[in-house]
């Protein structure tokens, strides 16, 4: 609530109106967007306190909605009114109400991206009345500006564009246009440049090209990000250029593509690279060979331009010569060691983990694969790309005994990028003792390709794992509604679980989870190991769950709009 009007009033709040007799003077000055209004107060009948009460909000529904009072003074005049929606408002009470309930604080985001997606999917957009509280959803959880974007119609559009920190919101357009390409934000000029490279790889690399010159660094990096999609040996004298751009993160961005093309000049270099670290000696009379990595000893002035960023920061944990090691790891495609090393991605990391660099390797594998899997694919699926992940090494690497004490983050999207049957053969036999625990990198893994900007490869989750799950999830409820659950750590899983899990579960598990019986009143007699907080915790899952199962299949059941072109506002 700042601004030149608000900082004046101040003063008059803070040491009452009966000594400050100004108020209505300052009023009728009011800023000219306001003007109507600060004049009918100055003139309104009610008392100085009450005058100054209601400008202030006045001056704060301007701040919110207008981006700020500062920003309405510069008007020179009112924006164009909203284009005319051909989508119908999804109004009617009972289905505004289920509207209202996603913007409680008790709803899983998976929930509440999936309910937004069926709202879109079936024509509908937001009533008008709701706009504001769901952009401002959006703008708190990213993962749901698509979904938000997909329903707000025209009116939710114009309205982005009177709040600045709303446009984030509506950066990456579903079907971009030239117009985004001509005027529009970095992100929804790369989505325009990724389509594009979907239909016309050639075309957009010389689109891209002859904007690079007059593009600033950050612009230049957002944009190169484009080339990642239909990746080939054409680009490559484009990627080459780039290694030697000024903006380190250019130079990163192609020294990642390059080695995905496994014919390039990069590839070739690195392999070099890596003859030189890497010896060989035979072993067991010549039956085994036994590999010996020793990082460089000195900096390579050539890294500069090769990708390699020298600068190890102060507190990074690997020492100079295991920082130089992981660099050139992290820049190398996963295929290479396979092929160059005649080991498996398991051999290997067993292999690293026994050197004294195996923190530098493994963490450089990680980050290669993490990088070719988000954008080349995975090896044998459909959308795979040139350069695409074996998924051996994402096995590999979550299998590691190292991997616990990776970023949480990094071990949920290696998972994310499994292929299903891979990824349920993880779970499936942990499902009968560590329902909880798998329950638990269900949620995380099916929410991670909305959190990646990957809405399309979402909560894919195998029938009959989530069958067996359901029934465990269940089976260990029932026990802990009973209170003969003792088992506090797996309690508290579940608590925080459970209702996420609603949200990726095939609508045949939910009627088991509706027959879940009340939670038993608690026992003043019962043993110490019944903790009374943990009971007053768990009182409350019943209901959440229920509600997450009625909120689901209210959406589900939503009719089909029919196509309107009238213009309704509501």
């Known amino acids: 609530m700042t601004g030149p009007m608000m900082d004046r009033l101040l003063p008059i709040a803070l040491v009452g109106t009966e000594r400050s007799p100004g108020l209505r003077a300052l009023l009728r000055e009011g800023p000219a967007p306001l003007t109507g209004l600060m004049q009918a107060l100055a003139t309104a009948p009610e008392d100085d306190a009450t005058v100054l009460l209601r400008a202030a909000g006045v001056l704060a529904v301007a701040h919110r909605v207008g981006g700020g009072l500062a920003l309405a003074e510069a008007l020179p005049e009112a924006p164009a009114p909203a284009r005319p929606d051909t989508r119908p408002a999804l109004s009617a009470e009972p289905h505004q109400a289920l509207l209202q309930r996603l913007l409680g604080e008790d709803v899983p985001d998976s929930l509440r991206h999936e309910a937004l997606s069926l709202v879109a999917q079936r024509g509908w957009r937001l009533p008008a009345a709701l706009l504001p509280p769901m952009l401002a959803l959006a703008l708190r959880l990213p993962m749901l500006r698509p979904a938000v974007g997909a329903v707000m119609g025209e009116r939710g559009r114009w309205l982005v564009q009177q709040q600045p920190r709303w446009r984030s919101i509506v950066e990456r357009p579903a079907e971009p246009t030239e117009e985004d390409w001509a005027h529009g934000s970095g992100a929804a000029r790369l989505a325009f440049l990724k389509d594009e ?219 994310s990028h499994l292929p299903l049957a891979a990824r349920t053969a993880l779970w499936r036999e942990r499902v009968g003792g560590a329902a909880a625990d798998v329950a638990g990198e269900v949620v995380r893994t099916c929410a991670q390709p909305l959190i990646d900007g990957r809405p399309e490869q979402a909560g894919q989750l195998d029938p009959a794992l989530a069958a067996s799950l359901s029934a465990a999830m269940v089976r260990e409820l029932t026990d802990l509604f009973a209170g003969r659950h003792a088992d506090e750590r797996r309690a508290l899983a579940w608590l925080d679980t459970a209702p996420e899990l609603i949200a ?44 997450a199962v009625a909120l689901r299949r209210a959406f589900h059941a939503l009719p089909v709009a029919a196509v309107s072109s009238s213009t309704d506002f509501r």
């Open 197 to 415: 490279r979907r239909r016309d790889p050639d075309a957009a690399r010389e689109r891209l090209t002859a904007e690079l010159a007059s593009l600033a660094a950050r612009e230049r990096a957002e944009l190169v990000e484009a080339l990642a999609v239909g990746l080939s040996a054409a680009d490559e004298p484009l990627l080459v250029k780039l290694l030697r751009d000024r903006a380190g993160d250019v130079r990163t961005l192609a020294a990642q593509l390059l080695p995905r093309l496994p014919d390039s000049e990069q590839s070739a270099w690195l392999a070099g690279q890596w003859s030189a670290l890497l010896r060989v000696e035979s072993a067991w009379l010549g039956l085994k060979k036994r590999w010996h990595v020793e990082p460089p000893t000195a900096e390579d002035p050539a890294w500069k331009t090769r990708g390699l960023d020298t600068q190890r920061p102060r507190h990074d944990g690997l020492g100079e010569r295991g920082w130089w090691l992981y660099q050139l790891a992290r820049l190398t495609a996963p295929a290479f060691w396979p092929a160059h090393m005649a080991m498996t991605p398991t051999e290997l990391i067993d292999w690293a983990r026994g050197t004294d660099w195996k923190d530098a390797l493994l963490r450089g594998w990680r980050e290669a694969v993490l990088a070719a899997a988000g954008s080349a694919g995975v090896a044998g699926e459909p959308d795979a790309q040139p350069g695409a992940v074996d998924a051996r090494w994402l096995l590999a690497l979550l299998d590691c005994r190292e991997a616990p004490g990776w970023p949480a983050h990094e071990v949920t999207a290696l998972r």
């Open 504 to 547: 990726w579960l095939p609508l045949a598990c939910l009627g088991a989870v509706e027959a879940l019986p009340e939670p038993a009143a608690l026992d003043p007699n019962a043993s110490a190991t019944t903790s009374t907080w943990l009971h007053h915790r768990i009182a409350p899952l019943h209901d959440r769950l229920q509600q």
